[in-house]
Nanobody, 124 residues
Framework: QVQLVESGGGSVQAGGSLRLSCTAP????????MAWFRQPPGEEREWVAN???????YYADSVKGRFTISRDNSRNAVFLQMDSLKPEDSARYYC??????????????????WGQGTQVTVSS
């Protein structure tokens, strides 16, 4: 398993913004679909967004229009810009890559490479 490294979490008031970052080893990253998942306390991990190697993006309905996933191939990095945050966005956010590089799904068990997560807390 390749270790991904997330950063950028924190505490913010509702309506605020945060930007999460995830870095991956260079020789691992370029062909992979990358994803963000989140896990609220006491709940299952859920898919948030995907980005293909060609930068095609997909979003969960709950974040569409508020979150933006992007990648910078020159830095082996993927980002999640989160705007108009709501208390229900509070969760631990994880960067992930699938077991098969081009297999860009929303299913947790299809992803075999994970970061340690970064906490996002949104207060009302």
């Amino acid at each position: 398993q390749v270790q991904l490294v997330e950063s950028g979490g924190g505490s913010v008031q509702a309506g605020g913004s945060l930007r999460l970052s995830c870095t991956a080893p260079g020789n691992f990253y370029s062909d992979y679909c990358m994803a963000w998942f989140r896990q609220p306390p006491g709940e299952e991990r859920e898919w948030v967004a995907n980005i293909r190697s060609g930068s095609l993006t997909y979003y969960a309905d709950s974040v569409k229009g508020r979150f933006t996933i992007s990648r910078d191939n020159s830095r082996n990095a993927v980002f999640l810009q989160m705007d108009s945050l709501k208390p229900e966005d509070s969760a631990r956010y994880y960067c992930a890559a699938p077991l098969r590089p081009l297999y860009c799904t929303t299913v947790t068990t299809d992803f075999g490479h994970w970061g340690q997560g970064t906490q996002v807390t949104v207060s009302s």
